[in-house]
């Protein structure tokens, strides 16, 4: 029997482009659904990736206009996920370049370090800043986060900036995982 595959979590708040990432990741325009809309993933949506791993597109967290149950929903299934799920070699977390690290996201720093899971940051959006802003806005981020600069990449969808570096850092956690 073959052994299962490994897993990589692709988690953030809502709308901050997580099932884009994975369209550019597997390069099909929208195999994950995506939305302007807030809320559009509403379950684990798993996508093999070359028979070699899973992708798991998930719900985002911190979605305002997403009922109490459902948010208590969502919360249960990410955080089920980062520390139970035993296939899981990995998290590529999402922050928007433009925005401040949120009290969710901080909720969410502190369930990913409870298992301590590799976790690869994924600096989403580029595109949306002048270039002369970036490193501004990303030291905010790091900064609030106490991430390394060398734990995190750039990326966008539009431009496919950062796109093959990410191809080369998820295989590189997938080398380094035991499974
Ligand atoms: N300009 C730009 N827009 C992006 C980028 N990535 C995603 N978007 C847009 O951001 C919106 C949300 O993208 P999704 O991929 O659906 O976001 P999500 O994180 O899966 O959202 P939920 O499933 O609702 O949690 C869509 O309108 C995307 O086109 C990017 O790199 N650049
Ligand atoms: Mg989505």
Redesign the pocket.
């Known amino acids: 029997m073959t052994p299962p595959l490994p897993e990589l979590a692709v988690i953030?708040?809502?709308?901050?482009?997580?099932?884009?990432?994975i369209?550019a990741f597997l390069g099909r325009r929208a195999l994950?659904?995506?939305?302007?809309?807030?809320?559009?993933?509403?379950l684990c949506n798993v996508f093999a990736v070359d028979g070699r791993f899973h992708l798991l597109?998930l719900?985002?967290y911190g979605?305002a206009r997403a009922s109490q149950a459902q948010r208590a929903g969502f919360r249960r299934l990410l955080t089920g996920i980062v520390t139970a799920r035993s296939r899981l070699a990995g998290v590529l977390w999402?922050l928007d370049i433009r925005h401040a690290p949120s009290p969710d996201d901080h909720a969410m720093h502190e369930v990913l370090g409870t298992r301590g899971v590799p976790v690869l940051l994924v600096v989403?959006?580029?595109?949306?800043l002048a270039r002369g802003k970036r490193e501004q806005y990303l030291r905010t981020i790091l900064n609030a986060l106490d991430i390394e600069e060398s734990q995190c990449l750039v990326?966008?969808?539009?431009?496919r900036e950062g796109i093959a570096d990410l191809r080369d850092s998820v295989a590189a956690l997938l080398d380094a995982s035991p499974a």
Do not use: E, W, Y
């Open positions: 953030g708040r809502s709308n901050v482009g997580k099932s884009s990432l369209n994950a659904r995506t939305s302007q809309h807030p809320g559009k993933t509403q597109d719900p985002g979605f999402l989403t959006k580029a595109d949306k990326t966008s969808v539009r431009t």
